[in-house]
């Protein structure tokens, strides 16, 4: 083993870890005064309740030994068998790091679906979908891309979660629109964020965390490592860039609102191919990744649904170009895409983002549905106008 890729992967598990309660702020700052601890506590609690679900049962269905390239075996169920011995993953890093970097990963994921039924759902089915999803989509998605899955096997590129992480959320995301329906008023009174500045915190902290995200699924402190680093920092600020370019075309001004969302749309799309693709090609994917999450985010006023803080305009939108790109400009890291003489890569990368959108969607609409008919996902209409600080949590944020 290696001491100085095991001090890189523990500070990136690290790293990883700080975008979740970050997300909460950038979230957070983006709903209505009366439901921001609520929505801070859907991804701050997420920390706890999928760091137990991963350690008991998520992490052996992810990564333990592939069953048929669906989903992994028990060797792992309460990490028996992950010790600080190298594990099948790295050979220079503990059996113990590797776990602890991809619960992380498992912990952000419904984070980010929280974004798409916010100010709406009852903490209490929220927790209960929360524990199913994490075993029944996350863990098979994880194994099929990064567990010697049928995906992997197909020959899908996905450096750190693409499909994985920002697909399956979006997918997920759009399925509780379907099931929730709008928030009471959607359409007939604004719905105006009530702490930007707490939102832009947000997006630095994710943009920080992110280096951790990207750099760290190299999983050892080498040359592929410092790639993925420079691209996913260039991919954020060029999508910075071209979304507020689009913005002010459209609107006229460009936003702070705007600026974060960009950055954030940037690290979304340079996720799948941080580590194939080089720093010039990550400039590109940033500046279209930016400019097609913003088309995104406009495109669910003319569908009509409800996606509170969009999730599927940004993560779904940008996960799948991303994916995309990686097929068109891959070119290290034992891959090519097709400006590098391989166009078989992009198929591939279109029939995994095919599989994942089709998979995530429907089984989380089926679990979406199953907690509806059991214990209930919406919160009444008189819990909605009070807040769901108080309605679901008995506090406020902010004292009079």
Not at 90 to 114: G, K
Not at 219 to 225: K, Q, R, S
Not at 349 to 374: M, P, R, Y
Request: glycine fraction near 12%.
């Amino acid at each position: 083993m290696n001491a100085a890729d095991t001090a890189f992967v523990l500070i990136c598990s690290a790293l990883v870890m700080f975008m979740t309660p970050g997300l909460g702020l950038f979230y957070g700052g983006m709903v209505r005064s009366k439901n921001v601890l609520a929505t801070i506590m859907q991804s701050f609690i997420l920390v706890g309740l999928v760091s137990v679900l991963w350690a008991v049962a998520g992490y052996t269905l992810a990564f333990g030994k592939d069953i048929g390239g669906v989903i992994g075996n028990l060797d792992f169920l309460f990490l028996n068998n992950v010790g600080m011995e190298a594990g099948p993953y790295s050979n220079t890093i503990p059996h113990l790091a590797f776990m602890i970097f991809q619960c992380m990963f498992a912990v952000i994921t419904p984070a980010l679906i929280t974004g798409a039924f916010a100010e709406r759902m009852k903490f209490g089915g929220f927790l209960v979908f929360s524990t199913l999803w994490i075993f029944l989509v996350y863990a098979p998605m994880a194994h099929w891309v990064w567990g010697k899955g049928w995906m992997a096997e197909m020959g899908a590129l996905d450096f750190a979660g693409g499909a994985v992480v920002h697909m399956s959320s979006a997918a997920a995301a759009l399925a509780a629109t379907v099931v929730l329906g709008k928030r009471k008023g959607y359409g007939r009174m604004p719905f105006i964020p009530h702490n930007l500045p707490m939102t832009v915190l947000g997006a630095a902290i994710l943009w920080f965390g992110w280096f951790g995200f990207n750099a760290g699924s190299a999983l050892a402190a080498d040359g592929f490592a410092a790639n993925a680093f420079v691209t996913t920092h260039l991919a954020a600020a060029a999508a910075a860039l071209s979304w507020i370019f689009m913005e002010w075309r459209h609107s006229g001004k460009a936003t702070t609102l705007g600026a974060a969302s960009g950055a954030v749309a940037g690290l979304v799309a340079i996720t799948p191919g941080a580590g194939f693709v080089t720093p010039m090609p990550a400039i590109v994917i940033g500046l279209v990744g930016g400019a097609l999450c913003f088309g995104g985010v406009l495109l669910k006023g003319r569908l009509g649904y409800d996606d509170s803080l969009d999730v599927v305009g940004v993560h779904g939108v940008g996960g799948t170009w991303g994916a995309i790109a990686t097929g068109l400009f891959a070119s290290i890291n034992k891959a090519q895409g097709l400006f590098y003489g391989n166009p078989s890569q992009l198929w591939i990368q279109l029939a995994s983002v095919a599989a994942t959108w089709a998979f995530c969607f429907t089984a989380s609409l089926i679990l979406f549905k199953l907690v509806d008919a059991t214990i209930g996902l919406r919160a009444s209409a008189d819990e909605e106008d009070r807040g769901l600080d108080l309605s679901q949590h008995n506090e406020t944020g902010y004292q009079a």
